[in-house]
């Protein structure tokens, strides 16, 4: 039942415009069917805030969370290449990974975009579908550490997601905490053809989610 989850909270990370408002019922049914328990509360939790407040305070929400602070992009490549060389070959072989399911991004769409990964995620399955969420378990790591710390109900989807991944190990642990204090590396070559998405820095302290035991 992860695939429910992880389609439910691709379309939740959108921007959240007039069609998916008006989508409120649809949304909390397929909110129901999601498992365990525990990540269905946070699920409605944030449909709970979403559909209770205004749109244009949705919409705010939304700008202010992932487009005006650095610390909580979407882009998940980010937070462990930087804009260097190495975040290049990251997002060439999600392309890849993605074009070998049929899976096409639109125009000018980078295929580290969270809610890209989750909805590839969702149509491919265990395995290689949700190995690029495993791959850059510690970018989202980071930004549920940010949306955390900032109070936003957006973190509610990321800790659902977190929730059903498999359990961190001490080595991803370090490795968070490592580039919560450094940041991403800094070499501003080698994504001009791919495209570099927006500046990061300055991370919060992270405590990864566990997985449901």
């Excluded at 007039?18 to 269905?40: I, K, M, Q």
């Excluded at 939790?45 to 202010?64: H, K, M, S, T």
Aim: net charge negative.
């Amino acid at each position: 039942m992860r695939a429910r989850l992880f389609e439910l909270a691709s379309l939740l990370l959108t921007y959240p415009d007039d069609e998916l408002l008006r989508a409120g019922a649809d949304l909390r049914a397929a909110a129901a069917s999601v498992e365990p328990d525990p990540v269905r509360e946070k699920v409605v939790a944030f449909l709970d805030w979403l559909l209770g407040v205004a749109p244009i305070e949705a919409q705010r929400e939304y700008v202010q969370t992932f487009d005006l602070r650095r610390r909580s992009g979407l882009y998940l490549t980010y937070y462990l290449h930087g804009d260097t060389r190495k975040r290049g070959m990251a997002l060439l072989v999600l392309k890849q990974r993605y074009r070998a399911h049929g899976l096409r991004l639109t125009d000018g769409e980078l295929p580290d975009l969270l809610p890209v990964v989750l909805e590839f995620a969702a149509v491919a399955g265990p395995g290689d579908g949700e190995a690029p969420l495993r791959q850059h378990r510690q970018g989202l790591e980071l930004l549920r550490a940010a949306l955390t710390e900032s109070g936003t109900p957006y973190r509610h989807l990321i800790d659902a997601v977190g929730a059903v991944l498999p359990e961190l190990t001490d080595d991803d642990r370090a490795a968070i905490a490592a580039l919560a204090v450094d940041g991403p590396p800094v070499e501003a070559v080698g994504l001009e053809t791919i495209g570099a998405g927006p500046s990061l820095s300055t991370y919060p302290t992270c405590t990864p989610v566990e997985a449901p035991r």
